[in-house]
């Protein structure tokens, strides 16, 4: 009887010293993130500072000078990301509903395994790629393409040099797309399959049923997968700062070279040396952290207002 | 309970294992400028194979080189750009230069090969300006008769990341154009008016490689191992000098070392005839009066044995060794002014 009552003691003892460590854990990472933000708003004080409001609207940025405006870097992060979403979540969601609805049985495993694959290649290994291989195809071939018959939009102007804006979303839309796409297999495979077969049963096309049975059921999965997409376009570093040409020129071109926050952090951290110049540098970080939490917060405001959808789909 | 004290075992052991690592720790530690880190890391391998003697160098950038031995977290920093010598003064260090440093521009035109292009210094800022925007323009083709050169736009590339060679680099247009020094200046990094930018020297070489028309200034090492087509360069007496190991040398040889506060000598568009113009320095910062004696002894004796004995390996890498002319001077400037106690710390 001892024993048993022993038992429980050291028993209740044990839970609650995992319930303290794995508590410890989850508020460790609030705290982090808390310093980290802390840390980014001390170390940038100097810049907020001296320039104010016009670090995020002014496009001068001048280490000589000592006199730095975020406006390309910022407009670069968000372009890029909005071209890499673009052309990423349509082809997303065409693999998705070609594994689950479409390929055989056999292919299904192998080519889903290819995708995993293709999304645990470190950055740098597409960042050269892109450099040596796809930059000169795009140089060849699609840019010129692009300035001869869209030449009278500004948005394909310019030298086909095979490096700027647009190609730098190519490569980031080809780096996201494993995430996004095997994200909304795994949603698509959780329609009921009740639900398709219903469609079918009332003489729905393939086409019908994905179109008004399985994307509406699956929508806010899509949306979290688009968001995980957009999350690490948002921070993407090395590969776009091979293939972005890295100037702080602000231009309507998408074939000019640009930059983005994460590539001129890459670029200047190094050897910058003036205290200011270092202080800029810290406040564009500031900046990324902002659009970033921004970004997510809106993705998990829109996340909810999609979740009923799915419940009606349900019932 | 044994799973309980396996676990209390291996933290333990844990533990120990990472002292054993901290206490291992070599004895001198460097760090700076990243264009000189292969030569370091070379120098200071067959300085350990015949010494037994560890030294540490980390290739953090110039900036963070100057910031740890200001803050005398390390035991000599590195930068690829001098300090001035009221900056010296005021935190009390010496710099010596321990490379030569050229930096090239290089072309990529269909058909033209290394050295046949000729450009003056006034062309060259021009082109980077963007008021030179093609390559048949009348100013280039002046200077470049029988040399077949395009109809076509110039792309000049530039480093995008902070660095020495751009330093060197803008520092040379300054010095020679006007218009340049009061729209751009120079800098680790400058608000470049034309162009795109490749990051470290490998990213300019594999631009410059792979888009037509461009132009770019490399470090000579990744200009020769990459195979990239050279241009010669008017020096400062107008004759044209192409770039080489003599040409950087003579640079370095013939500036005023001696009467220069704090050794911050500039060595683009020197007066020495035959010298590239485009060259630099890449200095070594210690302390004159150091904290830790010991280790600021075993620093100079390194950097002793490298000016002595560095030579084949430098040129092996591509990089340009200090003239003898030269290091005597900085080996007499280390006896009279880093001191221990008041006593030289260096030996005679």
Redesign the interface.
Known sequence: MMRILDRHKRDRFADFLFKGVSSFFALLIIVLMLFLFVVLAIESAPAIKAFGFKFIYST??????ASFGALPAIYGTIVLSAIAIVIAVPVSIGIAVFLTEMAPKKIRGPVGAAIELLASIPSIIYGMWG??VF??FL?AYVEPFLIENFGFLPLFRG?P????MLPAGFILAIMIIPFISSVIRDVFLMVPPMLKESGYGMGATKFEVIWNIVIPFARSGIMGAVILGLGRALGETMAV??MI????DLSISLLD?A?SIS?TL????????DDIY?SGLVELGLILFAITFVVLALSKLMTMRFAPQKGRGKA | MAKKSLIATLALSFLAAISAVAFAAPAINGAGA?FPYPLYAKWTYDYNKQTQLKLNYQS?????G?KQIKAGTVDFGASDAPLSAKELDEAGLMQFPMAIGGVVPVVNIDGVKSGRVKLTPSVLADIYLGKIKKWSDARITAINQGVKLPDE?I?PVYR?????TTWIFTNYLSKVSKDWSDK?????????PE?????GNE?VA??VK??KNTIGYVEYAFAVQNKLTTISMQGKDTAFVEPSMASFSTAAAGANWKNTPGFSVILTDTDAKGAWPIAGATFIIVHKKPANCENAKAVLDFFDWAYKNGAESAKALDYVPIPKQVYDIMENAWFKEIRCDGMPVSKK
């Open positions: 001068d940025w001048n280490p000589v000078r450099l040596f930059a000169p140089s030298t040099l095979g490096i700027g700062t091979f040409g890295n100037s702080h070279p930059t590539a890459a670029n200047e951290f190094t050897e910058a040396v270092l | 990243t953090i950038g110039s900036g963070g100057i736009r792309t995008a990341d902070g660095s020495g751009v200046g120079f800098g680790t990094a400058v608000k470049w162009g795109v930018g490749g990051k990213g594999t631009y792979r888009i």
